[in-house]
Nanobody, 115 residues
Framework: VQLVESGGGLVQPGGSLRLSCAAS????????MSWYRQAPGKDRELVAT????????NYADSVKGRFTISRDNAKNTVYLQMNSLKPEDTAVYYC?????????WGQGTQVTVSS
């Protein structure tokens, strides 16, 4: 199983970024997918989840109305559109999946929000 994140970078407050997570090695369409983040000195926290069927979504209160999670099962990819970014959104963002047997994490992509 591989989860490969991309799309992170440096952005000014109020700006936008779109993260992508390309998945392989498992039946992507069968599983819910999530994005987590970890800021320096803080615990890893759940940002957003999208279900496998129907695409129902859930968000952390801190990102509701600003972030949107989506998936393309034909491309085995999950996305995180992040708008109105704030300095407190600065963190390493990780893609995550819990399969029938194991939990898998991507390597992470750094998002820095700063002027």
């Amino acid at each position: 199983v591989q989860l490969v994140e991309s799309g992170g970078g440096l952005v000014q407050p109020g700006g936008s970024l779109r993260l992508s997570c390309a998945a392989s090695g498992f039946t992507f369409s069968r599983y819910s997918m999530s994005w987590y983040r970890q800021a320096p000195g803080k615990d890893r926290e759940l940002v957003a989840t999208i279900t496998s069927v129907g695409g129902s979504t859930n968000y952390a209160d801190s990102v509701k109305g600003r972030f949107t999670i989506s998936r393309d099962n034909a491309k085995n990819t999950v996305y995180l559109q992040m708008n109105s970014l704030k300095p407190e959104d600065t963190a390493v963002y990780y893609c995550y999946v819990r399969t029938t047997w194991y939990d898998y994490w991507g390597q992470g992509t750094q998002v820095t929000v700063s002027s």
